[in-house]
Structure formats: C-alpha cells, structure tokens
C-alpha cells in the first residue's frame, strides 16, 4: 500500500525552502497582508505536516489547512518550511511570517510570547521505548531510560516540568537536527533507548515499526492550535470565524478522517492467507496480469507480487489516503494511464503495469535488469522525485545510483533531517520502498513455489 500518497488540487504556490529566507520586518497587519494578496504560512518538513507526495506535489494535514483559511481570506498561501520549532517561532516573531501551521501545542510559555489561532486538534504526550527494551513503569523509573526528544519542543518541557516535580534524577538530551520521526525510528533500531511523541505522530508511525510501545501516557490531552504574532489579533479574529465556519460544515472533521482517520499497524507476511488467495483470488486476474504483464514487458509473477503487495488481489480495495483498486493507483496516475475506473481488475492491473514501465524507463541507461526494476518498483511506490532525491545523494555519498544493493542503504537516509533538508523534494519514508520491494521479492518466491 502506499502510505501518504495524497493529491490535493493545488492553486499557485510560492514555496521558500529551508535553506531561504524571506524578508524579515515588522509584523504585518491584517490590511497589509490583505494588500499584499499573499498568506505567509510558516510549517515543517513531517508526514503529519507539510511534505511532497508521490506525485510530486506538497501535501499534509496542516498544508490543506492553510490552503483553505488563506481561500477564506481570498488570498495566495506561500508556505516557508522550517527545520526546528525555534525556527517558526522566530518566523513569528521577526516578521517573516504570518501564521504557523505544524502541529504546534498549546503552551502557556508560548501564550506568552504569541498569540494561539484555532484550536483543531488534541493529543497527549506519550513516552515510547522498543518493546524489548527495559520498561518504565512510573516517573521515578525515567531515569533508568536514556531519553532524545526534539530541542525547543513541548515534549522538552514536560520532562522538565517531570524533573522539578517528580523525579531530579531525570536527564535527556534534546536536538535540533533529529525529527520525532526520526527519533521514532532510532528507538525502533534500538539505537535509542526513549522517545517521547504526540500520540498522533506515534499512532501513524507504529504501522511502520511495530517494535514501537507506548510505555506511559505522559501529560493530559493538549490543544493543538495555529499560532500568530503577539499582535495579530485582527488576524487571530479572522481564524476563528473561518474555523468556526469550517467545523459546522463539517469539513474540519473530513480533513482530519482523512490524513488520520485510520491506521493500522504494520502487516507481516502471512503465508497461509496468501496460499489461499492463490486458490481462490488469483484465477480470475490471471489473464489480466499475463496480458499486461506481456504488454509492457514485465516479469509476469513480480507484477502478481506487486499486486498483492497493493491490495491482496482486491479490486474494491480503498485505502484510507484515497488510493484504489488492485493496483492502488492514484486519481493522477489513474488519469494519466488512461484508467477510468480505478476498481475495474482488468483496467487496474494494466494501468498500474503501464505505470511501473514507465518508472523503470525514467533511469539511466545505465540501469541494469534487476537493478531497473527493483528501483522501478521503488518508484512506484514513493515517486520519482523521492528516487531522483536518493540517487543525487548516493553520488554524494560515493555509492552507486544505479544499483539497488547501494540504493537501498540511501533510502532510510531520506528521513533524516540532515540529509533531506537540502534535498529538491525533502523528507520522505524512506524505509517503505525498501519494504515494499523486499516484501515484494518475498511474496514472488512464494508464488513461484505455489503456481509452478
């Protein structure tokens, strides 16, 4: 399946990367941002964020989200992506920005300083260890745990609340170049003892580490908001009537189904479920995947793998991201392998086959058989800017772009904030294509034992 593979039509946006830096100034007043035509939406780099998606275009929860209050307000958003949560509030507070949209908790010490918009969400603080690693049962136990959370985060600031109130045995460490997301992977390497996370955030990443436990419940439920300079209230006003207006329409409540609505949690190989689905699945599409599988050249059981990877051979398969039918494809890829309807077996299967040539033919010549469709493969399922992403990386790493054996060490790499933050395309998940492929290579060996 593929994870976070949204589409959004998208308005004309003017996007500053990490690496520029708008103007700085005074902050904006309400008339002069209504002058100028244009919404300054300062966010970050995160699946639960701001991101580019497979078809190559900046999607999220809280990108959807400036879109429409900037629609509101008959105004063009320029989202300003950010490495840290100290770089948006500085944003805020120098002028380059006029609203944060990133997942932002409500604090007093930030309430402070700046001014909370809408309120959308809730969550609460969860410590998270590897479920073979010690586990912490109450505050006092904390600091047998080596703990690493985000620098300038609320996650900081309740362990510190922790340390004054419950335990001063208590350390940990903080960054600035690590994301949660980041984190979270590293405690499921076991490289890292703890984490602390939104619930949310963990909720989404359990589906890709099971080895991941919430071990405690560290704070009550806390708001979520958008945060505005401290002397925005004109603006702040503004917000509120949108929100106001966007929850009665119950549009709120769709956006949030929609980018969290439903995650399950990661789904090993079942060998005896996919023995059955052999017998009583797989007939009916054989024909459809021996004609597209001919048609494009494909290897016959990769693409029936790749199928069952997708959907487990289920043509009304919907997944919660807006992806359909056997072959999982999108609206825009749908479109544009002339599929028109996307639960249709036969028009899936040779879309998606369609599809997978042709992101084996977008790599060098020098691309080799295997190497070609394993990275074909690997496109398909995070997009080929991400791929581009990874094989500019590999040369500067000194490995090899076009062989997977190299290609599947750099992709993890694309999580990481110290490498995808000077990246065209950012940060991506990198990890899934590398088990997409591998399950993928698993599922093949199986069929060829079962249909020999």
Not at 221 to 243: H, N, R, T
């Amino acid at each position: 399946m593929h994870h976070f593979r949204l589409f959004i039509l998208i308005p004309f946006i003017m996007l500053t990367g990490c690496g520029e830096s708008p103007q700085s100034g005074e902050q904006r007043t309400l008339e002069e941002i209504k002058s100028s035509g244009q919404l300054r939406v300062v966010t970050r780099n995160s699946p639960t964020t701001w991101y580019i998606n497979t078809d190559e275009e900046p999607t999220g929860f809280e990108y959807d989200m400036g879109q429409r209050y900037s629609e509101f307000l008959n105004l063009e958003p320029k989202f300003i992506v950010k490495d840290s949560i100290g770089d948006i509030f500085d944003a805020l507070e120098n002028g380059s920005a006029d609203v944060a949209a990133a997942g932002l908790t409500v604090l007093p010490s930030r309430n402070q300083k700046f001014l909370p918009g809408p309120t959308y969400d809730s969550v609460h603080q969860v410590l998270v260890c590897h479920r073979d690693g010690y586990k912490p049962e109450g505050y006092d136990e904390l600091s047998e745990v080596s703990i690493t959370v985000v620098a300038d985060s609320s996650y900081s600031e309740r362990l510190s609340e922790i340390k004054q109130n419950r335990n001063p045995q208590l350390e940990w460490q903080e960054t600035e170049k690590r994301s949660t997301e980041e984190l979270l992977e590293h405690v499921a390497e076991q490289k890292l003892d703890c984490t602390v996370a939104d619930s949310t955030i963990m909720q989404i990443n359990r589906r890709y580490f099971p080895e991941l436990r919430v071990m405690m419940q560290l704070t009550e439920s806390q708001s979520v908001a958008l945060y505005l300079p401290a002397g925005a209230a004109k603006l702040q006003a503004e917000l509120k009537q949108w929100f106001s207006e966007f929850e009665k329409s119950k549009a709120m409540s769709k956006l949030r189904d929609r980018y969290f609505g439903y995650f399950r949690e990661f789904d090993y190989v079942d060998v005896s479920v996919l023995k059955r689905r052999v017998d009583k699945r797989l007939p009916r599409y054989k024909k459809f995947f021996r004609v597209a599988a001919d048609r494009y050249d494909l290897p016959y059981l990769t693409l029936i793998a790749q199928a069952y990877q997708e959907s487990h051979w289920d043509p009304d398969a919907v997944s919660p991201t807006g992806v359909k039918g056997i072959m999982m494809l999108t609206r825009n890829t749908a479109k544009a392998m002339d599929v028109v309807d996307r639960t249709d077996a036969k028009q899936s299967i040779i879309g998606g086959a369609r599809y997978l040539r042709r992101m084996m033919g977008r790599f060098d010549d020098r691309v080799k058989d295997l190497d070609r469709l394993y990275l074909g493969l690997a496109a398909y399922n995070i997009g080929r800017g991400h791929m581009h992403d990874a094989q500019s990386l590999a040369r500067q790493l000194n490995l090899n772009p076009y062989e997977w054996h190299d290609m599947k060490q750099v992709l993890p790499l694309l999580s990481q904030k110290k490498y995808y933050q000077n990246l065209k395309y950012g940060y991506a998940r990198g990890t899934e294509p590398v088990r997409y492929v591998q399950r993928i290579r698993e599922y093949q060996h199986i069929l060829e034992n079962e249909l020999q």
